[in-house]
């Protein structure tokens, strides 16, 4: 997948992009970057790409000429890449669109800076992101966050695949959570259906914990979930005090 980056500040991508899954990634050839610095699209000598808003008010907004300019040079005509616009006016980025978005061979993402940009551009955009309700000083940093959440899910960028299959969110829910060694920590231990080496058991009591942390931790997430037949049995005997991978003494209804 080869995303394109048009922004003021190319370098802050350096880092990130050069170490761990990113770096791995681009080695394997599942993973392209390409910067695109939007002072080289200024028209004037001095390579404007702000300016003070009309009708007055604080701060500085980015110019359309330069702007459109870089996002042009990502690609153009009817095959262009999916050209993204990171702003808080966008839809929230979530699992889902993270996928939705690895189908994808080529994504541009646009960073904003200072205290906008020239409301016209938004016609030169396919679509618009937010990574969340905060403030950030520019694009950049949120498109780090899409470009981490899409690629892990782009094929050959992580050497396990099945690993996304359980993380937080592949389902809508959180993921359950992890331990290893010491068995115990300053009198906390793991526990015992981990070590009980029953898998169906360990599958189980997995799954009830995916259950019961999002139902604690994030409801918006608890009550928008689809849940199997399996789920709701499983939140039934938690209810009444089963718990998988226990000695149960009712072997009619849990055995």
């Not at 080529?106 to 551009?121: A, K, P």
């Not at 809508?172 to 906390?188: A, I, M, S, V």
């Not at 914990?209 to 039934?236: C, G, I, K, S, W």
């Amino acid at each position: 997948m080869r995303f394109h980056l048009v922004t003021l500040f190319p370098e802050l991508f350096d880092s990130v992009l050069a170490a761990t899954m990113l770096h791995k990634g681009q080695e394997r050839g599942a993973l392209e970057f390409r910067r695109y610095n939007i002072r080289d699209y200024a028209i004037d000598k001095h390579r404007v790409t702000d300016d003070t808003p009309y009708g007055g008010g604080p701060g500085m907004v980015m110019k359309a000429e330069p702007l459109v300019a870089a996002i042009e040079a990502t690609g153009d005509g009817p095959g262009h890449p999916r050209r993204v616009l990171l702003s808080p006016q966008g839809r929230l980025l979530t699992q889902a669109v993270a996928a939705e978005l690895a189908l994808l061979p080529e994504i541009t993402l646009i960073c904003g800076r200072y205290e906008g940009f020239d409301d016209r551009i938004r016609d030169f955009v396919d679509d618009e992101l937010s990574v969340g309700d905060y403030i950030l000083s520019g694009g950049e940093i949120a498109a780090l966050v899409v470009i981490d959440a899409v690629s892990r899910l782009v094929p050959g960028v992580l050497g396990a695949a099945e690993s996304v299959l359980e993380e937080s969110f592949h389902d809508g829910l959180l993921e359950y959570p992890q331990y290893t060694r010491p068995p115990d920590f300053r009198g906390r231990p793991v526990p015992p259906v981990l070590l009980s080496g029953d898998h169906e058991a360990i599958r189980r009591w997995r799954r009830l914990q995916v259950l019961q942390r999002t139902a604690a931790r994030r409801p918006d997430l608890y009550a928008r979930a689809h849940f199997t037949d399996a789920d709701r049995e499983l939140l039934a005997e938690a209810a009444d005090g089963f718990e998988p991978g226990r000695v149960q003494r009712n072997p009619k209804r849990h055995g």
